[in-house]
């Protein structure tokens, strides 16, 4: 069974940065087709952040390219979100899923797809 376990999160003000962790157990991130970032934030839906396949092409929401990148150590099996220039609208739960049998390849943004999740970072950014 597909573990994941996010770290990173905090409260900072627009314009920080933080960086978001996703430690995985039993597997490494380069057997997944696919490793994501999404979202929830209070009344929203969850919405795709950024994903990256096995052979790290990545994949950006139009409001974060430029400020986030997305990024994988396979020997730590670790996800990364580095997020730059960080906005009040960027406030959520943040998530980092794992797609192994590809399900998402057509899919995305949307989460159809990603079979595994871990229960979430919050990201809290004030004006």
């Known amino acids: 069974q597909v573990q994941l376990v996010e770290s990173g999160g905090g409260s900072v003000q627009a314009g920080g940065s933080l960086r978001l962790s996703c430690a995985a157990s039993?597997?490494?991130?380069?057997?997944?087709?696919?490793m994501g970032w999404f979202r929830r934030a209070p009344g929203k839906e969850r919405e795709g952040v950024a994903r990256?396949?096995?052979?790290?092409?990545?994949s950006y929401r139009d409001s974060v390219k430029g400020r986030f990148t997305i990024s994988q150590d396979n020997a730590k099996k670790t996800l990364y979100l580095q997020m730059n220039g960080l906005k009040p609208e960027d406030t959520a739960m943040y998530y980092c899923?794992?797609?192994?049998?590809?399900?998402?390849?057509?899919?995305?943004?949307?989460?159809?797809?990603?079979?595994?999740w871990g229960h979430g970072t919050q990201v809290t950014v004030s004006s």
């Open positions: 899923a794992a797609d192994f049998s590809g399900g998402s390849h057509y899919t995305w943004p949307s989460d159809v797809g990603f079979k595994y």
């Open positions: 039993e597997y490494s991130t380069s057997n997944a087709y696919f």
């Open positions: 990256i396949n096995r052979i790290g092409s990545a």
